[in-house]
């Protein structure tokens, strides 16, 4: 292979070095001109004891997002008189068939450039884990309601797995894209050059995540992000008992290492886990973690867990880091239940 990389004919690479349109994802903190949701759990997927609780934590998230900016959550056709008595009025219902509730993964990436396109990462159920015939669908009409472009790719990847600045940098972790259930045959090579091509991403901090513990085997979402260009917040496991200890603390070794897309360094803040969290939703899969929260206009969506010393200083660490935002906290323990949290809950629609 030549110096460049790009010798090899693999049309996945070759893509990326043409004189194609060029896309950028923006951050998360850009203005919106809407969050989209998914009003989409089941009793069949999240059980009796959960289901209405997650149903309120959805309707309680999605009106708290409205207070900023618009907002629109996908319902099937058969739920929507209940959606319309739980949701507020200022949130506009899409009907769509859907399986589950995280837009985050089953809806498009939204990028700019001569206009604003999604991209439709062909989800396919976390690499097979779950029936998913509604939620393969969710992209594309997601972007059909926008209005944008509609670009393809071959690749297979959720947003939840995917954090950049905005300027070209990127943090991904291996053990969800660099996963057989998902892109058998994807070099880590050939991923970074269909993201430089859809995305604009010159450059990907790779961090190993952890796979086969969760259903997304280990999304960035929980890990790290983009605060703004060189500062990330990452999660601190600190119970030695979890399976995330040692991972979070590895983590936190490569982004104190790490450059991004520019050469610069990264300041990196940790938010440490929560100790405590209410009983009454407690289960194996609980998400107790204050990374996953989303940036909306004007605004941070936190998750609080009830452990008032933990939820008062991420709340304290997100005010210096987002000084110009209120940060709004918001109790999710039916969604964090299932695995899950605020921002796997949402995905943003960039203003173009």
């Known amino acids: 292979m030549a ?16 004189g194609e349109m060029a896309w950028t994802m923006p951050d998360e903190g850009e203005p919106h001109t809407r969050t989209w949701l998914a009003l989409g759990a089941t009793e069949t997927i ?8 997650v149903w309120e934590n959805l309707a309680d998230l999605a009106g708290t997002i409205a207070e900023f900016e618009e907002v629109s959550v996908l319902v099937r056709p058969s739920d929507v008189a209940e959606a319309r008595e739980l949701l507020a009025p200022t949130v506009r219902i899409v009907e769509h068939e859907i399986d589950d509730l995280w837009v985050r993964d089953t809806g498009p ?6 206009g604003l396109a999604g991209v439709d990462f062909n989800f ?15 992209a594309a ?50 991923v970074e050059a269909e993201l430089a091509r859809l995305l604009g991403i010159r450059k990907v901090i790779w961090l190993p995540g952890v796979a086969g513990r969760d259903i997304t085997d280990g999304h960035t979402d929980f890990y790290a992000r983009f605060v703004r260009p060189g500062v990330v917040v990452a999660a601190l496991d600190e119970d030695p008992q979890s ?26 803040v940790t938010l440490t886990a929560p100790w405590a969290i209410r009983e009454d939703f407690l289960t194996d899969d609980f998400a107790a973690g204050y990374v996953n929260y989303y940036v909306c206009n004007g605004a941070v969506i936190m998750p609080e867990f009830g452990d008032r010393r ?38 943003q629609q960039p203003a173009p």
């Open 310 to 347: 933990a939820d008062t200083a991420a709340a304290t660490k997100l005010r210096q880091l987002f000084p110009e935002r209120e940060i709004v906290p918001v109790a999710i323990d039916g969604i964090a239940a299932g695995g899950g949290g605020i921002h796997c809950a949402t995905q």
């Open 46 to 53: 999240w059980g009796d004891d959960l289901i209405d609780e």
């Open 243 to 268: 399976f995330d200890h040692e991972v979070t603390r590895e983590h936190l070794a490569l982004l104190n290492e790490a450059t991004d897309a520019d050469g610069g360094p990264l300041e990196v």
């Open 3 to 18: 110096d460049d990389g790009y010798a090899d004919a693999d049309p996945r690479r070759m893509r990326a070095m043409g």
């Open 109 to 114: 990436v939204f990028v700019r450039g001569d």
């Open 141 to 190: 009409a997601v972007i059909a309601q926008a209005g944008a472009t509609a670009l393809g790719t071959e690749l297979v990847l959720e947003g939840g797995a995917l954090e950049v600045d905005g300027k070209g940098t990127a943090i991904i972790t291996r053990s969800c894209v660099l996963n057989d259930n998902r892109n058998p045959g994807w070099s880590q090579q050939d």
């Open 124 to 138: 396919n159920g976390w690499g097979g884990k779950q029936d998913h015939a509604a939620d393969a669908t969710v």
